[in-house]
């Protein structure tokens, strides 16, 4: 399998991307970022794209895309309105849709997120455009797509530049499992699940927690 990833250096994408490497069933995969990745393997190759509002110079990229991880986003505090929604609905639509023309039968998993509310009533910014993509992408004709509705992600690697809040969630993290386990999922389970759902191990569109939780359970 040729899987094309996003958001690589993020908590979701960073975990994602071991567990890609570290699958024998994954042959290549590529990672799309603005700047170069530490990361080296054999079958890793990093693409350099800076404008993500535009595909276009990516499509012979995409031609050969078995599944696209969609993994890229940023928290709804961290820039202003209109980047937010730019960075997580204007970006995901315009990749889906070139992934669409460049090879129709190509799987797209979006990282969507738990709240997500496709009738974009929810008083969360996070939750109305989250739920704004979904519905965009359910309408364009995708052969198959999933939306993964994950709660709280565990960091499963400690980074340097974690933001203090991530830190402190490192230390509640016992916690929060036990009172509410089916409310979080570790990083590296949310990429073995991603992945499972890539190769077809899933039937609903919709994944949530619980369900992200069981696809990771029963991935090699």
Not at 10 to 16: C, D, L, V
Not at 18 to 28: E, F, R, Y
Not at 153 to 168: D, M, Q, V, W, Y
């Amino acid at each position: 399998m040729r899987v094309l990833l996003t958001g690589s250096t993020g908590t979701a994408g960073s975990a994602t991307l071991q567990v890609l490497l570290a699958d024998p069933g994954v042959t290549s995969v590529i990672a799309l970022s603005r700047r170069p990745l530490a990361e080296r393997h054999e079958k890793l190759r990093v693409v350099l794209h800076e404008d993500f509002t535009d595909p276009g110079p990516l499509n012979a990229v995409l031609a050969e895309t078995d599944a696209l991880l969609w993994c890229l986003g940023i928290g709804q505090n961290d820039v202003p309105e209109e980047e937010y929604v730019r960075i997580t609905y204007t970006t995901t639509l315009a990749f889906a849709q070139a992934l669409l023309a460049a090879n129709p039968k190509a799987t797209f998993i979006f990282l969507s997120g738990q709240g997500a509310d496709p009738t974009e009533k929810s008083r969360a910014l996070f939750g109305r455009v989250k739920g704004r993509t979904e519905r965009a992408l359910d309408g364009l004709g995708l052969a198959r797509l999933h939306h993964a509705r994950p709660g709280y992600i565990h960091p499963t690697t400690e980074k340097p530049s974690r933001k203090a809040l991530e830190r402190f969630s490192m230390f509640i993290e016992p916690v929060f499992r036990v009172l509410f386990p089916r409310h979080m999922i570790d990083a590296d389970d949310l990429g073995r699940a991603l992945l499972a759902a890539a190769r077809g191990a899933a039937e609903a569109r919709v994944l949530d927690n619980v369900a992200l939780q069981k696809l990771a359970a029963g991935a090699p």
